[in-house]
């Protein structure tokens, strides 16, 4: 599997990206004198790149403590990625968080509004005027698949989201783009570890954005919930897709942020 930025880098040292579930973020605010300055540091001292999703914009905007996440989210996030396409081989970053506006009106009139603002007032701004539109809709698709796959099996499940015709046999994945086969493999697993009454959340649909976005970035380590974790979610994914990338699952901040020092 192979993934490209679409934009270019100078850098040629190594770097280490790392992307944090939203859960980690809202703990960082509480423990923003004791882990967020530790983890500040290791950024600031090390070659270390955070990425913000855009799950996770969309994960916070239910969440009272915008004012003060937007303070400390842009003194150590160098990279955002917007929402995605999931076509070709590649993907998009920006280094502002204007790109995480996934309506073309929406961001125009961001942009327009905060000429004169820097990263946090923005951030403010962004939480202020965002709703989170769709999750019904991706909610009731999703819990569709999973009666598919109780009956039918996966590779049913698979064909429908690859807009393939089930039943015709298999097919390859270097027929497709590879964000396109990440994203769609991450919505089969996630489906295939389903519980049998289980009632998709608001933060399970972010989950899996997040997910999806260190996958494609080749991120080197996912701070994601335990729920995740425990399941093996990551690695069946990896399994799947038939790449021997390694990305470091973790789900405790406090060995994340002693790894990252």
Request: hydrophobic share 35%; aromatic share 10%.
């Amino acid at each position: 599997m192979r993934i490209e930025k679409q934009t270019t880098s100078n850098e040629e040292t190594k770097t280490i990206k790392v992307i944090l579930d939203t859960s980690y973020w809202i703990s960082f605010k509480d423990h923003r004198q004791d882990l967020f300055d530790k983890f500040a540091r290791a950024v600031y001292e090390n070659n270390i790149e955070v990425l913000f999703s855009y799950g996770n914009f969309i994960d916070l905007i239910k969440y009272s403590e915008q004012d003060e996440l937007s303070e400390m989210i842009p003194s150590v996030v160098s990279t955002y990625i917007p929402p995605q396409d999931y076509t070709g081989n590649s993907y998009s970053t920006s280094t502002s968080p204007l790109s995480l506006i996934p309506k073309t009106e929406e961001k125009h009139r961001a942009v327009s509004d905060t000429q004169d603002f820097g990263d946090v007032k923005t951030l403010k701004y962004l939480f202020r005027i965002s709703d989170w539109e769709g999750h019904e809709e991706y909610k009731e698709a999703m819990q569709y698949l999973k009666s598919v796959s109780d009956e039918y099996g996966e590779e049913y499940v698979k064909a429908l989201l690859f807009d393939l015709d089930p039943g015709t046999g298999t097919f390859s994945y270097d027929e497709r783009g590879d964000s396109e086969v990440v994203a769609k493999v991450v919505q089969a697993k996630r489906i295939e570890k389903m519980d049998p009454n289980e009632n998709l959340k608001y933060t399970d649909i972010a989950d899996m954005e997040i997910i999806t976005h260190a996958i494609i970035t080749n991120c080197d380590i996912l701070l994601i919930e335990s729920k995740w974790k425990n399941v093996g979610l990551v690695e069946s994914i990896f399994d799947d897709l038939g790449s021997s990338t390694e990305l470091k699952v973790l789900d405790d901040m406090g060995e994340f942020v002693d790894l990252l020092q």
